[in-house]
């Protein structure tokens, strides 16, 4: 079977090399510490004039839970549509009712601002208290991929639910697997999992350019990361993980 990998990405530079490295498609967000939220209008734009593979936008307007106010719902729809603009080839979000099952309403009127465009539900589905629940509500909203790392913290402890899942979509929807794949754990995923798709990021700390540094200063809460040093993706990188789902799917 011919696999797809999407590269979880925080920026333009990010983009580029993930297609370097031999990405299909970027997931394109801002702010990975909190998971992903929606990524600039900046970013988008260059980050479509320079690749040759799709952007999937995310469309997410915080951090914490995935149930929105009224406002924040707004903030979504001028997001997506401005994603569209922009020329996203598909929207990513996901929203929950305070009882953490699919918001059915909402999610559908994305969905429908979202058209033609592919959408596909994030990982809000591995906080939803039923996933075979979620995952037919999902079916028949006609949503086209699920993101998931099978309510675990990784797709690895999560892989018996994700096989679960691809045999239970059946084809309606593509369960595309993401969350803690490295290069170590891939060749086994890819392997066992039964899933089309691929979603992981590949991140590596780098010292930032900036010679001169306050070490008083912080522009972050109480944990914070360094603040001189930057995650990046390298094509090298991108490539690895890559050739070890190739290597032994």
């Known amino acids: 079977m ?15 090399a993930a297609q370097e490295g031999g990405a299909h498609r970027v997931e394109l967000c801002s702010d990975l510490l909190e998971g992903g ?22 469309v997410r307007p915080r951090g914490g839970d995935f ?24 929207l990513v979000f996901g929203l929950l009712n305070p009882d953490g099952t699919i918001d059915r309403e909402r999610t559908a009127e994305l969905i429908a601002l979202a058209r033609p465009l592919p959408v596909t ?9 039923d996933p075979f629940d ?12 699920v993101l998931t790392s ?13 096989v679960e899942l691809v045999k239970r979509a059946a084809g309606r929807l593509i369960v595309m697997p993401g969350g803690g794949i490295t290069e170590r754990t891939m060749g086994r ?15 590596e700390p780098r010292e930032g350019p900036m010679t001169y540094r306050n070490p008083r200063v912080f522009m972050g809460g109480t944990l914070r990361p360094p603040e001189y040093a930057l995650d990046v993706t390298r094509p090298e990188s991108v490539a690895a993980v890559i050739a070890a789902a190739r290597g032994r799917a």
């Not at 539900?121 to 208290?129: E, I, N």
């Not at 099978?150 to 994700?162: A, C, K, M, N, S």
């Open 2 to 16: 011919s696999l797809i990998f999407e590269v979880c990405v925080d920026s333009a530079e990010a983009a580029i």
């Open 189 to 203: 995923i890819a392997a066992a999992c039964g899933a089309s798709e691929l979603h992981f990021a590949s991140l």
């Open 150 to 162: 099978g309510q675990e913290p990784g797709v690895l402890e999560g892989l018996d639910l994700i």
């Open 121 to 129: 539900f994030h990982r809000a589905f591995d906080v939803t208290p």
């Open 37 to 58: 939220l929606t990524p600039s209008h900046g970013t988008l734009r260059v980050a479509r004039t320079r690749l040759r593979i799709g952007i999937m936008a995310m």
């Open 67 to 90: 149930c929105y106010s009224d406002t924040e719902f707004a903030v979504m729809r001028e997001d997506l549509q401005a994603a569209k603009d922009l020329g996203a080839n598909g």
């Open 134 to 145: 979620a995952l037919d509500t999902l079916i028949g909203l006609g949503v086209d991929r």
